[in-house]
């Protein structure tokens, strides 16, 4: 079974500041896809960042991106120049050639003016 | 609404109640996640369709949860016999295609069950 790994339970940044979270995953699959949510006090899952196995290539997204070490299985998120919005759980998930998303624990971000 | 919405948002239950929860998935889109989220915890799936056909149900925990979605849009996921154990965020997620790859899935804001 595929399982996701969130090492840090809570991370604090200054405002304008980078901050990295962690993620590791194990799955026996070589072709799957990794995701970042992040998740307000309202509840509603937003999408962040999407990374396809197969490409090589970090994706980025604006003030975010990841660095993807697939031989580490390892999957952590950048966000640059931080800002008070970004405060929210963060989930690392993984989706194999399927359909279900599996998910980390979460690591709660809090940015600080 | 342009999203996927779920009603109601709380619910309190008294141990023993059946509760029925519901989720209007964004209009055209075939799949259709449930997902549960313990307080701190990451959501953990329970089941999925594509259109009207409950393809996976593996994470439903109890043979007192069941969900259906009849005619491929609206879904209903029951828990009858509720138990504090159950109290939890319901998520429900859907998706344009089949959950293949890359696929966005749009989730919903919960529905937040409280059994006292």
């Known amino acids: 079974a595929q399982t996701v790994t969130q090492s840090q339970p809570e991370m604090s940044v200054q405002e304008a500041e980078t901050v990295t979270l962690s993620c590791t995953y194990d799955?026996?699959?070589?072709?799957?896809?990794l995701f970042w949510y992040k998740q307000p006090p309202s509840r509603q899952m937003i999408l962040v960042i999407r990374q396809e196995a197969y490409k090589q290539q970090n994706a980025t997204e604006n003030r975010f991106s990841v660095n993807f070490q697939k031989a580490a299985k390892s999957f952590s998120l950048k966000i640059s120049d931080s800002q008070l919005g970004d405060t929210a759980m963060y989930f690392c998930a993984f989706r194999e050639y399927g359909n279900k998303l599996v998910f980390g624990a979460g690591t709660i971000l809090r940015v600080k003016s | 609404g342009a999203g996927v919405s779920q009603s109601p948002r709380y619910k309190v239950a008294k141990r023993g109640q059946d509760v029925a929860l519901r989720c209007d998935p964004i209009?055209?889109?075939?799949?259709l996640f449930w997902y549960q989220q313990a307080l701190g915890q990451g959501p953990e799936f329970l089941t999925y369709?594509?259109?009207?056909?409950?393809?996976?149900k593996s994470g439903l925990p109890s043979d007192r949860f069941f969900a259906e979605r009849p005619e491929g849009s609206v879904s209903t996921l029951k828990i009858q016999r509720t138990q504090q154990e159950d109290s939890a965020v319901y998520l429900c997620?859907?998706?344009?295609?089949?959950?293949?790859?890359?696929?966005?899935?749009?989730f919903g804001q919960g529905t937040r069950l409280t059994v006292v």
């Open positions: 997620a859907s998706s344009l295609r089949e959950g293949r790859g890359n696929t966005e899935a749009f």
């Open positions: 799955t026996s699959e070589n072709n799957y896809y």
């Open positions: 209009s055209g889109h075939v799949s």
């Open positions: 369709f594509q259109n009207e056909a409950q393809l996976d």
